[in-house]
């Protein structure tokens, strides 16, 4: 499940700033989606770290991966 | 610069967080909701009967179409990256199908400041937005056709609150005739005055709600704030499809870009009541109506213009 949670907050960001480019060519302020585009990759970032970092821990101690 | 009339959901925002003691009865956001129901339908009926549209029917069945394919699309993300369970898949993916009537004044509030003309018929199309999307979250949920039954769609469809006042106040403003201009004080010119009285409600109670967000936390936040994006990007494109003016193609985006939050919960509640009814109101609530008011109505306005041009 944490592998798909950062997934979708990767396409999120993605999306965003998608639009934060399509923004700039109408001459809209952006400022919102370059914001939102920047929080979510950091916590995309956050999320993926946390889960490879618990795998090996998990395994070091012997219990059995449960990839939920 | 930001509207005034949204301003004041930020105001309720910050009342809410600050703590602040603001007393704002029950009954009187009932009547709130419903005044801005019949306003809207009451304009409507009398713009609609000064240019009836010759292919009126042909839009409405594309919009009823557009109404069926947003949960369609939100039903698998919920699904394959949220990991939810097909009753509260279903059930979300109800709510980001139907639309918001709030999002939809605030997005008429918006337009008229800014002396942009859109469609007479849209309130027509809110109230067809409304129902298929619950048939369709249902039929995702349960995965069959039971439960939409004769008793259902009389009670949560026909006599959905929203969906009457709507109609019936859109009839009254197409028949009632220049008796109608007596209302107008009253319904059209106190619009937004009420509607900024709303959104101070609105933003105390998707503060509120802001506690909720915990389960799934960053797959919601990311599923309410990416959907209105999808939904108003394919409402962008059917109305440059159905050549609509500026004004209708900002407004056909935000409603797809809109999420229910007094219908569909209704409904829901009959219909699926194992489903976690909180999930689904945080999410349309407390992320996606502010996300939607503060960024998307603006954006979509915006790009409707551009394209239009």
């Known amino acids: ?68 | 610069m930001i509207d005034a009339v949204v301003a004041f959901f930020i105001l309720g925002v910050v009342c809410q967080l600050s703590g602040a003691k603001l007393a704002f009865p029950d009954g009187l956001y009932q009547s709130l909701s419903l005044f801005l129901m019949i306003a809207i339908g009451l304009k409507g009926g009398m713009a609609l009967q000064q240019h009836v549209a010759a292919n009126l029917i042909t839009l409405s069945l594309a919009v009823l179409a557009f109404g069926v394919l947003l949960p369609l699309l939100a039903f698998p993300l919920l699904r394959y990256f949220g990991q939810f369970d097909p009753i509260n898949a279903g059930a979300i993916a109800a709510h980001y199908g139907s639309v918001s009537v709030a999002t939809y004044a605030v997005a008429v509030s918006v337009l008229e400041a800014n002396n942009i003309s859109y469609e007479a018929y849209f309130p027509l199309f809110v109230v067809l937005l409304e129902m298929p999307a619950i048939v369709v979250g249902i039929v995702l949920a349960k995965g069959r056709w039971s439960g939409i039954n004769g008793h259902f769609i009389r009670q949560e469809l026909l006599a959905n609150q929203s969906v009457l006042v709507m109609l019936g106040s859109l009839a009254i403003g197409y028949f009632a005739g220049p008796s109608v201009v007596k209302l107008t004080p009253f319904f059209i010119e106190l619009f937004s005055g009420v509607l900024a009285l709303f959104l101070l409600k609105m933003g105390m109670t998707a503060a509120k709600q802001f506690g909720q967000i915990k389960q799934n936390s960053l797959f919601l936040l990311c599923f309410a704030m990416l959907m209105p994006l999808v939904g108003g990007s394919l409402g962008t494109g059917l109305g440059l499809l159905l050549s609509f003016s500026a004004g209708g193609i900002a407004l056909m985006a935000i409603l797809g870009a809109s999420a229910s939050y007094i219908a569909v919960p209704a409904a829901m509640k009959q219909s699926l009541p194992q489903a976690n009814s909180g999930i689904s109101i945080t999410a349309s609530l407390a992320i996606s109506f502010p996300f939607n008011v503060l960024v998307s109505v603006p954006f979509f306005i915006t790009l409707g213009q551009y394209l239009a041009h």
């Open chain 1, 1 to 68: 499940m944490a592998n798909r949670t950062w997934c979708f907050a990767l396409l999120t960001s993605i999306t965003f700033f998608v639009f934060y480019l399509l923004s700039k060519t109408i001459a809209h302020d952006s400022s919102a989606f370059a914001l939102l585009s920047a929080v979510t990759l950091l916590a995309a970032l956050y999320h993926y770290v946390s889960a490879n970092k618990k795998q090996p821990q998990r395994q070091r101690i012997g219990l059995a991966l449960e990839d939920k």
